[in-house]
DNA sequence: ACGTCCGGGACGGCCCGTTAGT
DNA sequence: ACTAACGGGCCGTCCCGGACGT
């Protein structure tokens, strides 16, 4: 009997922490922001495996990065949602959540995927669908709660959508500020706003 | 009596030039994806001549550049906020604008101001606070125009940060899905929403 | 009795296919012009065989190319010279036969001896070595040729010098104006030469 | 009263330094075989100048490189032609001349331009039109030096062209064998041949 | 014997934002 | 107000080694 986590190849570790590094770099100075050098140096790992485990190089890097990131914002985000007593509830405890991490970082760490939606990195079709695909899902996860919370489709969808944009604007107004009382404010906002049906 | 607008000597467009240049790719790209080269060659103005209009660099010019765009984004929510019947439907106006602008620009022209703000640029305090300050004044335009409506003080506050909040993760998504489809289904969720009292 | 030709073990046919692939693409930018690869890709072949059948690396594979690809000239080379009714005419047809090349390759394929010889691996003995032994053989064929025709083995000496010389010199002079017409004219110009005793 | 030649400015001097270097280097080890950074470093120059006084980078610079070398080289190629009692002659001294300096540098220091014109860089047209003039302009002088020596147009061609074809070819030879005596026999062998009308 | 995976780091050419000199 | 010069940083690719698998 094996155990089904910890099977990982070396090589498999060196990819995973040069991803790691990228995202986190990613949250805070983007793509653009973000130098090679930097994500090798944090990841430990020399250059030339870069383009051993991403023959694409950077770009194909921040896909790889964008998505995986995706995902555990994504856990993060469907453990507080569905441990919350009421889809509103859980809403407005992600938002608290982001604005948490948001202090913790000192004002540096926002949402990834935005930060390199809105840099050059946009102009690349791999990198922006990979964002797309990330904010797709995080709606799914929104309105499957909702719905499960007793909202009809499209509410649930407008609400998820509401939420999303939310949360992304208020993390941008946020830092700028350097003060997450506008996000918190967000947060309560959404939790009281009624269902329109 | 001067004449206020056309007495600008060849310096100061110069310097407009450069200005409006910088606001522009940044709004594309960031801060950190604009290259200086770019702006220069996009304004016409030789390279020594940035010096000395912003004698801090990249930066000055950026603060500059945000600033004035924020202004100019501002006039023009402004326009459309107070020539609505009511202060719902001059909210859901300026988002449309948005996103009609996002469509004529193939989905390359979001806020600089956001774009600015979650890219490396924003470890400058003097860039974050002209952000800061940009989306400031955009709120305050917002509240004045709900209190003016007859919202209380506390929701137009609330409303006008969610409008703000909004429509900056609403570009961000639509930018990312090449869509405006949410941007606008966000202007709709905005119009429908009742004062809280 | 054995074949003496096709009984080639999996290995001997990767080799050789890498080292044909090396000798062309030598011919075409020279040794530092060509990446290990582009040599590698070209091939089908990969990364690991290279260092099992050449632990010398770049250079030994060089070294291999050279020497074969001299000795395939060197073959059409022997050939045209015995079936031309003079010594004079067959390195005239030699000459024309290059130019045909050359102009096939749309004046891409030069001769790779030299092309290596003038770039930085001739700081390698062992490549310079190569090339020489290759030049000397070269020599050797064509004086063998101009003997056999009756001359004096001092006045062969000197044409099969001033040959090599002309074919190396007018393919770079051809390559560069991308015209055979200075190869060709040379072709001429050694059929009319007499010899001098 | 100023000095007709010194008057250069710093800029100039550094761009003439950067040309120099390149073509010095190109002599020794091609165009692929040099790298920016050793030109750079050989001529003290740093990294960004390089980019001011050759905007087009490593191929602009190897096309003025390539220029003035040749005229450099012709320059000399004409003196010696000159000073010569008859053409054949100045056509040997300037071999040997070639011969002199292959063996000074250590059979290093060949044809700039048959080296570039033989590796990757041919494939830039500029850099093979470059390297054509320069051939060009070389037989011009030796055509017209033939001329002015009586000989008629048609044979002064073609002793031009095989002149070039067999200078460029044994400082080939010679530089793989590290051995001079293949271009002296050359000069020899030229300086009997009659003309053929 | 033959080949793969992954690591390793130096170096490739290009472009960055900035400053001196005038 | 602008030309000229400055270095250091960008990302990508180079050739090569060792550990491992077949």
């Not at 995202?23 to 051993?52: C, H, M, Q, V």
């Not at 914002?73 to 469907?78: K, Y």
């Not at 569905?82 to 405890?93: F, L, N, Q, V, W």
């Not at 509410?155 to 949360?167: E, G, Q």
Request: glycine share 10%; aromatic share 6%; net charge neutral.
């Amino acid at each position: 009997m094996s155990t089904t986590t910890t099977t990982e190849t070396k090589g498999q570790r060196t990819r995973e922490r040069m991803v790691h590094s990228a995202a986190a770099l990613f949250r805070r100075k983007g793509y653009d922001g973000t130098g090679l050098n930097e994500i090798l140096e944090r990841s430990g790992a020399p250059r030339g495996s870069l383009y051993f485990h991403f023959p694409g190089g950077k770009e194909e890097l921040a896909v790889a990065a964008l998505t995986e990131a995706g995902f555990g914002i994504g856990s993060g985000m469907e453990s507080l949602l569905s441990s919350a007593k009421s889809p509103s509830e859980g809403i407005a405890r992600v938002i608290d959540f982001l604005a948490d991490e948001l202090e913790r970082s000192d004002y540096r760490g926002g949402c990834p995927i935005a930060a390199v939606t809105l840099d050059g990195a946009a102009e690349s079709k791999a990198v922006r669908d990979a964002c797309a695909s990330v904010f797709d899902r995080w709606l799914e996860l929104m309105e499957a709660r909702l719905a499960e919370g007793g909202w009809t489709a499209p509410a649930a969808r407008r609400r998820a959508l509401i939420t999303l944009a939310a949360f992304e604007g208020g993390l941008t107004v946020a830092r700028a500020k350097r003060d997450s009382a506008p996000l918190r404010a967000l947060a309560d906002e959404l939790r009281g706003l009624a269902p329109e049906r």
